[in-house]
């Protein structure tokens, strides 16, 4: 019976064995065969959207979605793309991560009225599939000198530099590397018309859906080996900017971390003026950190920024010296000159607005010299209450005073005195000063 029972388990697990293997289940890819229900499993497309300088902030941004696109093994990574240009670092180590990328990167020139200038024109050629929408421009990569000036030696080996680099990364993917090093070495710019005509890019696509089926089938070569896009019918997943980068990049701004610094000095000043008040100076210490933080990706010129310091100074010293005007002038004066000086590059995004200087100047110079001016008189007013408040107040001796002591009304109130000459009952008294409960006073006429 048992040897009968396990010969019967044996035959069942054989025939089980066997429909399997002449039955094997269907592949997840598939859209059902013959018969069959098994849904087709859709590819993934992330997109990501780059508007603005191309700083730390979006260095970031852009590095750690290829790292997700990686790990999710999703099929392409689209960055939609309008920039003006911005540091050759953080372009760099944009480029180094697309370069590295398993998945295949796509830079979209978009929308309508984009444009990739400067530093995006390295993002774009450096790009698996490189694309751009009807309306949109590319060019202009000649390299500027950002937070110091470049002498004629500089430059031309930053230019060199710059048109190499572009060269190399344009014979990579197959691009026209004649116009990516006049980009750099003469200004040029094209449409997206004349881009696809000059083999800059690969296509021209009025929207992103368009985009999808016209990279469909495409061939690209990655750090893998080659590879077959397959988007047409694609989910596409947008990766929104977190609120990190949000904040870093608003703060990045000039404008905005001119601003926060302003904020920072306002901030301190008020703590220093009005001890214990703490929240000014909780304040301006976040706007003055990341001020410092925003100065860091910006190219700021040290002698505006003691331009601004001094003219602080000035309209602080206004207060306590007598100078007719002069002082504020020439605090105003430092401080338009030292805002204008404060970020020093020829790229326009990189300069402050006099929309935002000449308010600032003159609401910081009011904020000083009144801020301080009312301070400065509470430190001179004569204290009123306490110990000190009784000193130079005038009485009335109510009782004969000698140096052995005696009684005086002062305020309303009775108190111990003693004098260094004698005063009769009645007389007028002035007090000299408080020792404890005592007061030493003289006659006063």
Known sequence: MFIKTIFLIFLILFSFSAFSENNPPSPPFSKGGQGGFAEEIRKEVIVITVDGVINPVSAEYIGKSIKKANEKKAEALIIELDTPGGLDTSMRNIVKDIIGSEVPVVVYVS????????????????????????????????????????????????????AAYI????????????????????SISATEKEALKEKVIDLVSKD????????????????????????????????????????????????????????????LFFELTNPGALFPGVIGGICLILAFYAFQTLPVNYAGLLLIILA???FVLEVKIVSHGVLTIGGIIAMIIGSLMLFESPAPFM???????????????????????????????????????????????????????????????????????????????????????????KRYQ
């Open 208 to 267: 992103l859906n368009s985009l999808l089926s016209d990279i469909d089938s495409r061939k690209v070569r990655t750090i893998t080996g080659q590879k077959i896009l397959m988007t047409a019918k694609a989910n596409v997943t947008r990766e929104e900017i977190g609120i990190r980068h949000k904040i870093l990049n608003l703060i990045s701004d000039p404008n905005i971390a001119y601003i926060l610094m302003l904020l920072g000095f306002y901030g």
């Open 312 to 314: 602080i100074i000035l």
């Open 111 to 162: 929308p309508s009225g984009s444009r990739a200038a400067s530093a995006g024109v390295f993002i774009t050629l450096a790009a698996h599939i490189a694309a751009m929408a009807p309306g949109t421009n590319i060019g202009a990569a000649h390299p500027v000198g950002i937070g110091e000036k470049m002498d004629k030696v500089m430059a031309e080996k930053a230019t060199n530099d710059a």
């Open 167 to 186: 060269k190399s990364l344009a014979e990579r993917n197959g691009r026209n590397a004649k116009w990516a090093e006049d980009a750099v070495r003469k």
């Open 351 to 441: 300069k402050l607005s006099l929309y935002i200087i000449l308010p600032a100047v003159i609401i910081t110079a009011l904020f000083f010299t009144v801020t301080f001016g009312l301070a400065f008189k509470a430190y001179k007013r004569k204290p009123v209450t306490g110990s000190e408040g009784l000193i130079g107040a005038k009485g009335i001796a109510d009782t004969d005073i000698t140096k052995d002591g005696g009684m005086v009304l002062l305020h309303g109130e009775r108190w111990a005195a003693y004098s260094d000459e004698p005063i009769g009952k009645g007389e007028n008294i002035i007090v000299e000063t408080v020792s404890g409960l005592k007061v030493k006073v």
